[in-house]
């Protein structure tokens, strides 16, 4: 689809849909967002409507999709009938306000919308509407290189039955009860929450929270969630140890490894959720594959139909997403706890910069990676030091943290992620890997400050150079032979050329495992 939309049609677009923004949402001072999620549990009545609105947000996406879609096809064909710009179908914008206003147009006389759309809340629609505008504003960016990260594809249709029911309500009867276990929705009605509402009831009725949207969504397990985002006044806080500096070392051993200024060392172990789950999950799929499902493959020649599915087949994924929930659940659960007692507890928290990304690519740890949450970590971490007066360090990606040795700061030139015991060839050092490393990361601040150190400052000058080696495997036809002058100071910006070895999608290379 990148040649049915030029660059100076992209431009005109960008330039109308800039017209017509507001202002950017500012919060108060004194105040941080907040999101607060409450299970729900509707009656035989709500249910109905609450897919309803889901769907009806999925069937405004793809109606947006197809109409940009069919426009652009449109005009292509139009130019090559030698046509002037003035004579071309006029362009369809995908800004929010102009999907909304098309929408708008033709949803009392389009087929697929006549019948029923004004069962369900105009935010349903909304919804649907603005998520197809961010989708196409994410592959505009992305095309011409204003968005990091891996190249976004141009937006696609969802499908009836994969696609997650979700809807998100900006305006209207917006409300939770006094009674702390209803909320209120617009055309939803009054719903019963399966916990108690009260941390944010007592907030809202005393003047401490105001509520901006409210979305409620489908999980994998059936069951229905509303999230409530917030904007929350929270007093100024002080972690209980405030001029204490402590290094987080994640790994999948060991969660977790801290070692403060103080010389405290502590071991989370890893709670390995998934893993303790994989009988329960076989046995679940097992079990979903010997029902009848939705499709059927021709041995012969490999053809797709599709049929009604078994109740015993919608029964059995019901089942296997219960499971995979409960895996999902406990993980948020551990690392929330996790994150939220280290920024109370302490003043200046040090992480590295994971390239979790590069780390999946290793198939024999992708697994584990995935189920410690080492970016989940990390993002907590990034708001919650703030909430409790803290501050987050993120030393850089090439700090040899764990090829450092913590009292006299020699760096070794190679280190194998077998070796599970760090040995110093100047001091004689015998310690543990992850403690080795989480101690490296916490004298990280001091040396920084002090001028000697680049892990978290890149125009730092190193005492003395690092002498470690980036590359990996060498690949076919590729130089991966470097002279003894290119080599850097540990942590100072990647040096410049070419590196063998394998690479995300940004181009940046996949980090190893410490």
């Known amino acids: 689809m990148n040649e049915l939309v030029s660059d100076a049609q992209a431009g005109a677009e960008e330039k109308t849909s ?15 967002l907040a999101a607060y999620k409450f299970a729900l549990d509707p009656n035989a009545t709500q249910v ?26 449109q005009r292509e064909a139009e130019a090559t009938y030698g046509l002037s710009e003035e004579e071309l179908t006029p362009w369809q914008s995908w800004s929010l306000p102009a999907l909304r206003k098309a929408f708008n147009s033709v949803k009392h006389d389009d087929s697929r919308f006549a019948g029923w ?24 960016a992305s095309r011409i290189g204003a968005r990091a990260g891996a190249r976004v594809g141009f937006p696609r249709f969802q499908k009836k039955h994969r696609s997650r029911l979700s809807c998100r309500f900006t305006t209207g009867a917006i409300r939770v009860e006094a009674d702390r276990r209803h909320v209120t929705l617009p055309r939803l009605g009054s719903i019963r929450t399966h916990e108690s509402t009260r941390k944010l009831q007592r ?8 509520t901006l949207s409210a979305t409620v969504s489908q ?8 999230s409530f985002q917030v904007e929350v006044e929270r007093a100024p806080a002080t972690p ?43 046995r679940a799929n097992r079990t979903l594959a010997r029902r ?17 599915p078994s109740a015993n087949w919608l029964e059995a994924k019901a089942a296997l997403g219960r499971a995979h929930a409960r895996v999902r659940h406990l993980r948020e659960d551990a690392l929330h706890k996790l994150t939220t007692s280290i920024a109370r507890e302490y003043g200046t928290v040090v992480v590295e910069d994971l390239n979790v990304a590069g780390m999946l690519k290793n198939r024999k740890l992708a697994r584990h990676i995935a189920d410690a949450g080492f970016g989940a970590i990390r993002r907590h971490l990034s708001y ?58 916490a004298a990280l601040v001091a040396a920084c400050m002090a001028g000697t150190a680049v892990g978290g400052d890149p125009e730092a000058e190193a005492s003395k150079a690092r002498g470690a080696s980036q590359k990996t495997r060498a690949r076919k036809n590729r130089q991966t032979s470097r002279s003894a002058g290119s080599q850097r100071a540990g942590g100072a910006t990647p040096r410049k050329g070419k590196e063998a070895g394998p690479r995300t999608r940004s181009g940046q290379p996949a980090a190893q495992g410490s």
């Open 18 to 32: 800039g017209k017509k923004r507001r202002p950017k949402f500012e919060v108060r001072e004194g105040c941080v």
């Open 48 to 73: 109905p409507l609450l897919h309803s609105h889901g769907g009806g947000a999925r069937a405004a996406f793809n109606w947006a999709v197809a109409r940009v879609k069919a426009n652009w096809a």
């Open 117 to 140: 759309w004004d069962q369900n809340s105009k935010e349903s629609y909304s919804t649907g509407l603005a998520n197809a505008a961010a989708a196409f504003g994410n592959w505009h």
């Open 203 to 210: 907030r809202l009725a005393d003047g401490r929270a105001r």
């Open 219 to 226: 999980e994998s397990c059936g069951r229905w969630f509303v």
């Open 240 to 282: 209980a140890r405030p001029e204490t500096t402590v290094g987080v070392d994640l790994g999948i051993k060991h969660l977790a490894v801290f070692a403060d200024s103080a010389g405290q060392v502590a071991y989370v172990p890893n709670p390995r959720h998934l893993e303790h789950a994989q009988a329960g999950l076989r």
């Open 292 to 308: 009848q499902g939705p499709t059927v493959v021709d041995p012969a020649t490999g053809a797709k139909s599709f049929r009604t």
């Open 384 to 441: 919650k030091t703030v909430w409790n007066g803290g501050e987050l360090v993120v030393a850089d990606r090439w700090y040899p943290s764990s090829k450092t040795c913590s009292a006299c700061k020699t760096t070794k030139a190679k280190l194998s992620l077998r070796e599970r015991v760090f040995n110093c060839d100047a001091c004689g050092l015998v310690m543990d890997r992850d403690e080795n490393a989480a101690r490296s990361l």
